[in-house]
């Protein structure tokens, strides 16, 4: 298994073997690929009582989705925590994976990308859902479209295909 590099994912688009819709060329850095920020945000309800934890927990019962507009932020107060999306949507073949990694220009104001589930199944065709916080003491504004963070990707031994309960999501 190993990582691949901006030479090698390239190829592997052009041959149609990993998908990004939309996509460009200059997305492609050294050993990953930027990743923008979409329009749909995820946030949380403000209830009184206790949700239980459980394997059939359904994260919808207590959130909301927000919609941005084009050029209009979305406010995250500090200890916040919402889901975003990625603009793009990304399909792997059945022997790549992918690691969500966070940016370090936004690491250093505090506001992190993704908190858990970072890793993207082999066979994915989806858009890659954030779980972004403000870790910082002040508010932060984070804008539909800005490059929010790279997938990394790499080699898996053998071969398989995501069929679970996200396959082909497309909203947070």
């Not at 691949?4 to 060329?25: C, M, T, V, Y």
Request: one cysteine or more.
């Amino acid at each position: 298994m190993a990582i691949l590099a901006r030479d090698e994912i390239l190829e592997l688009i052009r041959q149609g073997k990993i998908k990004i819709n939309p996509f460009k060329d200059s997305q492609v850095g050294a050993g990953s690929i930027d990743m923008h920020l979409d329009n749909t945000f995820r946030v949380f309800r403000k209830i009184h009582g206790t949700f239980h934890v459980k394997d059939n927990a359904d994260h919808k019962k207590i959130t909301k989705v927000v919609e941005v507009k084009n050029g209009k932020y979305f406010l995250i107060m500090p200890g916040e925590m919402v889901h975003g999306v990625t603009r793009e949507t990304i399909s792997l073949p059945s022997n790549i994976a992918g690691w969500i990694e966070g940016r370090s220009r936004f690491a250093r104001i505090g506001l992190l990308t993704h908190l858990s589930s970072g890793y993207i199944h082999p066979g994915t065709n989806n858009k890659t859902v954030l779980e972004i916080a403000n870790l910082s003491p002040i508010p932060l504004a984070v804008y539909p479209g800005t490059k929010i963070c790279q997938i990394v990707l790499e080699e898996v031994k053998g071969n398989a295909k995501y069929r679970g309960k996200f396959h082909k999501q497309t909203r947070p």
